[in-house]
């Protein structure tokens, strides 16, 4: 099982939001990078890279900050946030990212996610409030269901899907293990959990289950999930 610890962007730092609201930003660093090698110190494999501002703005915005973790760390990125064109994807392909997290545009353009399928790695991103698919940053919720819009992708070459459910995000609840089995049985893809991590009872939790991954968060910036611990576990009987 794969911990992949969060590094959030907003205006060049390293920030956390609770339930998706921009106005909830608590800055933890301004010098993201410097989190990212502290991952990677610790042990990751994975980093979970998010431009917040790209996600509201729908184009990029902290391509600097991106860039320079990319340089300064050998992290495996998965990155997500503003991703709407084939041009974007290769912009940061050449910086040095590995996967590319697709998220309003899968549930907007279903064909196009497709299409990057072929040619990229791509990881569909399903944001839910009450079940039904969030996009834009959160700020709107469709009438889609998650489960349906996961069986969408189950057979076009998508790597994995990452599911959220918005009112744990940031909260320290728990994860929703519920919704998060249902998107894995809807889809049949390597599935990783996220939204509301709160200590290591949640990475035993994800292991049992046998998905692919975890997000770590606000769990470990709060200091309430000791991440060396939860990789030793993540990595047990591997």
Do not use: Q
Not at 103 to 109: E, P, T, V
């Amino acid at each position: 099982m794969e911990i992949l610890p969060a590094i959030d962007l907003k205006d060049g730092c390293a920030v956390r939001l609770e339930k998706g609201l921009m106005n909830s930003a608590k800055i933890y660093s301004d010098k993201p990078y410097m989190v990212a090698k502290t991952f990677e110190r610790l042990g990751s494999n994975w980093l979970h890279l998010v431009d917040l501002d790209g996600a509201f703005g729908g184009e990029p915005k902290n391509f600097d900050a991106i860039k320079k973790i990319a340089a300064k760390t050998n992290l495996n990125i998965e990155l997500g946030g503003g991703i709407r064109n084939e041009d974007t994807i290769k912009m940061y392909k050449d910086l040095g990212v590995h996967r590319f997290i697709l998220g309003s545009i899968a549930l907007r353009d279903p064909k196009f996610v497709e299409e990057m399928a072929k040619k990229y790695r791509i990881v569909v991103g399903i944001d839910a409030m009450d079940g039904k698919v969030a996009v834009e940053g959160w700020a709107d919720v469709s009438d889609i269901r998650a489960t349906d819009m996961a069986k969408k992708f189950a057979d076009v070459g998508v790597e994995s899907i990452i599911c959220t459910d918005i009112s744990k995000d940031g909260m320290l609840s728990g994860l929703n293990m519920d919704f998060t089995l249902d998107i894995a049985n809807a889809s049949g893809l390597d599935t990783i959990a996220s939204g509301g991590v709160k200590d290591i009872e949640d990475i035993k939790n994800v292991k049992e289950k046998n998905l692919w991954g975890v997000i770590v968060g606000k769990a470990y910036y709060e200091k309430t999930l000791n991440l060396e611990e939860a990789f030793k576990i993540a990595n047990k009987g591997d």
